[in-house]
């Protein structure tokens, strides 16, 4: 039996088939096999014209393909559904559909070799007959595939295949809108992508002939999110295929989405003619509630033709979501085509994809009945805990939230995150959306499983708001997950430190000099609500210490105030003199004893630090602080040479600025000022800071601006008229003002990719913009061009462009080895180009071997290399990997060429 058919698999162009199994549409899906690491099952099911019994299936070859390796694996899987009494040879004859459709199912369990990416793909020998978008039909190979990525997992955890619960088989009527929805479910809790592709005949070649079923005035459009198909209306009473391809992506912490899989499913759509309408169900809107509330749905559905029953249905996600919690549709036992959807949610129905319920009513017209469809949307977001509140506790925040959390023994349950920014964002919860993200808040705890947190890292005179969320194992398998979604937030409370010590608000620089420089150190004196007199009595002092750099890590005393009581505590600022301002920056903290003994004291603060470099026509400004508030924007003076004045002449919200259109070689003088203030009420604002005063000078040390390249060749211009092994490269300029003071460009050149650019041209001229590069044996080559002005500054390099050889490889597929001299050799056509070797294998109708080589002539002259005799006339298949001459050297094609060769004598 696995003889014959891996001859209808393999060999399914050959004219001298006798018998079609006439395919009308299938899919293949997997599951991880529970304790294993790389063993599957796999099922593959198909519908099949259910008259065509003399070549029916009880068995089909499934084929194993190892994407990097290029190897292939096999397996002969038998039937299993169908009646309880068997045919005559003990194999389940699959399951009847009525109106000629026969399901068919078949089930693999397969060990793969290793971690990696595998295609699993089934072909048959042929489609149904008069399908009126595929030319010639019945003589095209039916091909359904998966890609299945198995990864390490203890990076990305192991996937199974969505779920289709609805047939790959459905019936329209012409002149109506028709809808389809495939009613996805993934266990795994993956983001699916629905779109339209084309069928194929195998893994490399799409069908051919097919066109996608609908006219200028028809509209086939599928939803990406859900795979709901609507045709707005099919015109022409005919059967129709199409393929969906439905790719699986996996939200993984720190990576994004990824992808882990895809799937395609060929299908059938029979457009009738009789005059019958569909039911109607009527419109649900899409809906999000939260785990644990009890979800119940009203659906009505109608039927305009009189007389007829109609059946309605429901299925998808919630119906086999977390047992025994699943929901139930429930019919109205009065009124026919009525039913209620209920669903009592629970704290593991949670998750980050929405669940998505199909509801199908369905009428009894005759042979072809027609049916409506409703699609569902409901997210399930988890509840949020409760009763947050924030406590200042001498320099730590304290964080509670109600204790035990409602989903705390939930199964993906996995602790808390604790969210934290500067100042308040009363946002309300989105439920269908429950996301921290864009709220201006900061993650400092994730997985945190206790109700109470001490927050440490505060400053004083900032006001710190909490939330907190619960987080769930988005993708689980024994125990391992890759990401995690969160419940709906907390409700937000903020804190700030009491303000009973000093909290520094200057750092200004009055005075830029080498020796006499002076700089403005200012702090807002303790509360005196804060500050707890009785148990801290006077006297007071402040000691203000400086270290010439940003961040006090040499700090020395420099003054003290000492007060004999809090209201004699008036001074708030100290002129630190007689330092060094032109070439570092200074810092300062303010300490506050009580007695002698130290309370507390200020974060550090520096002054700003300026830094102005000279470049052509140009200055561009740099600067740093290092202070415990927020500086919101900074304004950038200049000193006009005439007035002697500071001019303003710009605003930057960041720490830099570039003083454009200036005269080379001349002078110019800035300092920056800065407006900011701390998030905490009663703290003086804004704070106003200046830095040092500094000067450049613009000088011409920049070449000129990088041109854009483009590279041509015969491979990639068919009308190229410089001949072979030349590459045309070109450039242009991208404004210009990168052609002024232009002298001559450089041109670089590499023949492997990646190695180090040379330079090949010093001297094209500065009005040319392209040069013709003469090369041997191969085009393949990267290339950058530079410009150089008449200072001798070459600029950056352009972009590298990189141009491949354009390998050319083709085999024929009929030769007559009868020795009349004409075409009696199997070779490829000629010439080809820029192949390496090959690594081909050719077969007979038994699968067996009759010849290989890796001699790109191959030269096969119809003899079997095991015996050395002429093969007989028929059918013959091959596989042959290709190895091209590339930028990389000698690389191998990443699917290999198949196809049949007929040997005729």
């Given at each position: 039996?696995?003889?014959?058919?891996?001859?209808?698999?393999?060999?399914?162009?050959?004219?001298?088939?006798?018998?079609?199994?006439?395919?009308?549409?299938?899919?293949?899906?997997?599951?991880?096999?529970?304790?294993?690491?790389?063993?599957?099952?796999?099922?593959?099911?198909?519908?099949?014209?259910?008259?065509?019994?003399?070549?029916?299936?009880?068995?089909?070859?499934?084929?194993?393909?190892?994407?990097?390796?290029?190897?292939?694996?096999?397996?002969?899987?038998?039937?299993?559904?169908?009646?309880?009494?068997?045919?005559?040879?003990?194999?389940?004859?699959?399951?009847?559909?009525?109106?000629?459709?026969?399901?068919?199912?078949?089930?693999?369990?397969?060990?793969?070799?290793?971690?990696?990416?595998?295609?699993?793909?089934?072909?048959?020998?042929?489609?149904?007959?008069?399908?009126?978008?595929?030319?010639?039909?019945?003589?095209?190979?039916?091909?359904?595939?998966?890609?299945?990525?198995?990864?390490?997992?203890?990076?990305?955890?192991?996937?199974?295949?969505?779920?289709?619960?609805?047939?790959?088989?459905?019936?329209?009527?012409?002149?109506?809108?028709?809808?389809?929805?495939?009613?996805?479910?993934?266990?795994?809790?993956?983001?699916?992508?629905?779109?339209?592709?084309?069928?194929?005949?195998?893994?490399?070649?799409?069908?051919?002939?097919?066109?996608?079923?609908?006219?200028?005035?028809?509209?086939?459009?599928?939803?990406?999110?859900?795979?709901?198909?609507?045709?707005?209306?099919?015109?022409?009473?005919?059967?129709?295929?199409?393929?969906?391809?439905?790719?699986?992506?996996?939200?993984?912490?720190?990576?994004?989405?990824?992808?882990?899989?895809?799937?395609?499913?060929?299908?059938?759509?029979?457009?009738?003619?009789?005059?019958?309408?569909?039911?109607?169900?009527?419109?649900?809107?899409?809906?999000?509630?939260?785990?644990?509330?009890?979800?119940?749905?009203?659906?009505?559905?109608?039927?305009?033709?009189?007389?007829?029953?109609?059946?309605?249905?429901?299925?998808?996600?919630?119906?086999?979501?977390?047992?025994?919690?699943?929901?139930?549709?429930?019919?109205?036992?009065?009124?026919?085509?009525?039913?209620?959807?209920?669903?009592?949610?629970?704290?593991?129905?949670?998750?980050?994809?929405?669940?998505?319920?199909?509801?199908?009513?369905?009428?009894?017209?005759?042979?072809?009945?027609?049916?409506?469809?409703?699609?569902?949307?409901?997210?399930?977001?988890?509840?949020?805990?409760?009763?947050?509140?924030?406590?200042?506790?001498?320099?730590?925040?304290?964080?509670?939230?109600?204790?035990?959390?409602?989903?705390?023994?939930?199964?993906?349950?996995?602790?808390?995150?604790?969210?934290?920014?500067?100042?308040?964002?009363?946002?309300?919860?989105?439920?269908?959306?429950?996301?921290?993200?864009?709220k201006g808040y900061t993650k400092i705890l994730s997985e945190y499983n206790a109700y109470t947190y001490t927050d440490l890292n505060v400053e004083r005179g900032k006001e710190y708001c909490y939330r907190v969320e619960a987080e769930f194992a988005d993708t689980t398998f024994i125990g391992i997950y890759n990401n995690f979604f969160e419940s709906l937030a907390s409700n937000e409370?903020?804190?700030?430190?009491?303000?009973?010590?000093?909290?520094?608000?200057?750092?200004?620089?009055?005075?830029?000099?080498?020796?006499?420089?002076?700089?403005?150190?200012?702090?807002?004196?303790?509360?005196?609500?804060?500050?707890?007199?009785?148990?801290?009595?006077?006297?007071?002092?402040?000691?203000?210490?400086?270290?010439?750099?940003?961040?006090?890590?040499?700090?020395?005393?420099?003054?003290?105030?000492?007060?004999?009581?809090?209201?004699?505590?008036?001074?708030?600022?100290?002129?630190?003199?007689?330092?060094?301002?032109?070439?570092?920056?200074?810092?300062?903290?303010?300490?506050?004893?009580?007695?002698?003994?130290?309370?507390?004291?200020?974060?550090?603060?520096?002054?700003?630090?300026?830094?102005?470099?000279?470049?052509?026509?140009?200055?561009?400004?740099?600067?740093?602080?290092?202070?415990?508030?927020?500086?919101?924007?900074?304004?950038?003076?200049?000193?006009?040479?005439?007035?002697?004045?500071?001019?303003?002449?710009?605003?930057?919200?960041?720490?830099?600025?570039?003083?454009?259109?200036?005269?080379?070689?001349?002078?110019?003088?800035?300092?920056?000022?800065?407006?900011?203030?701390?998030?905490?009420?009663?703290?003086?604002?804004?704070?106003?800071?200046?830095?040092?005063?500094?000067?450049?000078?613009?000088?011409?040390?920049?070449?000129?601006?990088?041109?854009?390249?483009?590279?041509?060749?015969?491979?990639?211009?068919?009308?190229?008229?410089?001949?072979?092994?030349?590459?045309?490269?070109?450039?242009?300029?991208?404004?210009?003002?990168?052609?002024?003071?232009?002298?001559?460009?450089?041109?670089?050149?590499?023949?492997?990719?990646?190695?180090?650019?040379?330079?090949?041209?010093?001297?094209?001229?500065?009005?040319?913009?392209?040069?013709?590069?003469?090369?041997?044996?191969?085009?393949?080559?990267?290339?950058?061009?530079?410009?150089?002005d008449s200072n001798y500054n070459e600029g950056p390099k352009s972009a590298i462009v990189c141009i491949e050889n354009c390998p050319y490889y083709e085999l024929p597929n009929v030769f007559t080895p009868n020795g009349d001299d004409h075409n009696d050799v199997f070779h490829p056509f000629l010439p080809y180009k820029y192949i390496a070797k090959i690594d081909i294998k050719i077969?007979?109708?038994?699968?067996?071997?009759?010849?290989?080589?890796?001699?790109?002539?191959?030269?096969?002259?119809?003899?079997?290399?095991?015996?050395?005799?002429?093969?007989?006339?028929?059918?013959?298949?091959?596989?042959?990997?290709?190895?091209?001459?590339?930028?990389?050297?000698?690389?191998?094609?990443?699917?290999?060429?198949?196809?049949?060769?007929?040997?005729?004598?």
């Open positions: 039996m696995s003889r014959k058919i891996f001859l209808f698999v393999l060999f399914s162009f050959s004219p001298f088939f006798l018998f079609a199994t006439h395919n009308r549409a299938g899919e293949i899906t997997y599951t991880k096999d529970p304790g294993t690491t790389l063993s599957y099952t796999v099922t593959v099911t198909t519908f099949t014209k259910e008259s065509s019994s003399a070549a029916d299936r009880d068995s089909l070859i499934v084929r194993y393909y190892h994407i990097a390796s290029g190897t292939y694996k096999f397996d002969t899987v038998a039937r299993v559904n169908g009646p309880d009494v068997a045919p005559p040879n003990g194999v389940p004859d699959g399951e009847s559909l009525g109106n000629d459709i026969k399901m068919n199912i078949y089930i693999s369990h397969h060990t793969f070799s290793g971690f990696g990416n595998y295609i699993i793909s089934m072909q048959d020998l042929n489609r149904i007959g008069g399908i009126c978008n595929i030319v010639n039909s019945v003589n095209q190979p039916f091909y359904v595939e998966d890609t299945l990525m198995i990864q390490d997992p203890q990076f990305v955890t192991f996937n199974n295949s969505p779920v289709l619960t609805n047939y790959p088989m459905d019936f329209g009527v012409a002149n109506s809108v028709y809808v389809h929805n495939p009613n996805a479910y993934d266990p795994d809790g993956d983001s699916l992508h629905f779109e339209f592709t084309i069928p194929k005949v195998n893994e490399l070649t799409d069908v051919s002939g097919y066109t996608q079923p609908n006219t200028t005035s028809e509209s086939l459009t599928i939803n990406p999110s859900t795979g709901e198909i609507i045709w707005d209306k099919p015109g022409t009473c005919c059967v129709y295929n199409i393929a969906i391809l439905i790719t699986e992506y996996r939200l993984v912490q720190g990576q994004g989405y990824i992808k882990v899989g895809t799937m395609v499913r060929d299908m059938e759509i029979i457009i009738d003619c009789k005059p019958n309408l569909p039911p109607v169900i009527a419109d649900v809107h899409d809906t999000c509630i939260v785990a644990g509330a009890l979800l119940t749905l009203k659906v009505r559905s109608t039927d305009p033709n009189p007389g007829q029953q109609i059946t309605l249905e429901a299925n998808g996600g919630p119906f086999v979501a977390n047992p025994p919690d699943t929901a139930q549709f429930i019919l109205d036992p009065d009124t026919m085509g009525y039913g209620t959807f209920v669903w009592q949610t629970v704290c593991n129905h949670a998750r980050h994809q929405f669940y998505e319920v199909v509801f199908k009513a369905t009428d009894d017209y005759e042979t072809l009945p027609l049916a409506d469809l409703e699609t569902w949307l409901i997210h399930v977001a988890a509840p949020a805990p409760e009763n947050l509140t924030a406590t200042p506790q001498g320099n730590s925040i304290i964080v509670n939230w109600n204790n035990p959390y409602v989903c705390a023994g939930a199964k993906k349950f996995l602790g808390f995150s604790l969210w934290r920014r500067e100042g308040s964002n009363p946002f309300v919860n989105d439920t269908c959306n429950p996301t921290m993200i864009g409370d903020c804190a700030s430190l009491k303000l009973d010590v000093p909290v520094i608000t200057h750092a200004s620089v009055r005075n830029t000099d080498l020796v006499n420089g002076s700089i403005y150190v200012g702090w807002a004196k303790p509360s005196g609500t804060d500050l707890d007199t009785v148990q801290n009595p006077g006297p007071y002092q402040y000691k203000i210490y400086h270290s010439p750099d940003f961040n006090g890590n040499n700090l020395q005393l420099i003054h003290t105030v000492t007060a004999a009581g809090f209201s004699a505590l008036t001074d708030t600022f100290y002129i630190d003199t007689l330092i060094n301002t032109v070439d570092n920056p200074w810092s300062y903290k303010v300490s506050f004893l009580s007695n002698g003994d130290s309370i507390g004291e200020t974060e550090i603060a520096s002054s700003i630090f300026l830094v102005a470099t000279g470049a052509d026509n140009k200055v561009n400004l740099t600067w740093s602080e290092n202070v415990p508030w927020t500086n919101e924007f900074y304004s950038i003076y200049r000193k006009n040479k005439i007035t002697l004045l500071w001019d303003s002449i710009g605003v930057s919200v960041t720490q830099s600025y570039s003083d454009k259109n200036l005269f080379n070689d001349s002078t110019y003088c800035y300092y920056v000022k800065s407006t900011g203030g701390y998030s905490s009420p009663g703290i003086i604002y804004p704070i106003i800071n200046f830095s040092q005063r500094t000067c450049a000078v613009p000088i011409d040390t920049v070449g000129p601006c990088p041109p854009v390249i483009t590279v041509t060749n015969d491979c990639s211009n068919p009308d190229f008229s410089f001949g072979s092994f030349t590459n045309l490269i070109q450039w242009n300029l991208q404004t210009s003002e990168c052609a002024v003071d232009l002298l001559h460009y450089n041109l670089y050149y590499s023949p492997i990719e990646g190695e180090d650019l040379k330079l090949i041209d010093s001297s094209i001229s500065n009005i040319s913009t392209s040069f013709i590069h003469h090369l041997e044996n191969s085009v393949a080559g990267c290339y950058a061009v530079s410009g150089v077969f007979d109708s038994w699968g067996v071997e009759v010849f290989e080589t890796t001699d790109p002539n191959i030269g096969w002259d119809g003899k079997n290399i095991q015996n050395g005799k002429m093969c007989p006339d028929g059918t013959y298949y091959y596989v042959c990997d290709v190895y091209e001459q590339t930028l990389q050297g000698t690389v191998k094609w990443k699917k290999p060429l198949s196809g049949f060769i007929h040997l005729y004598k």
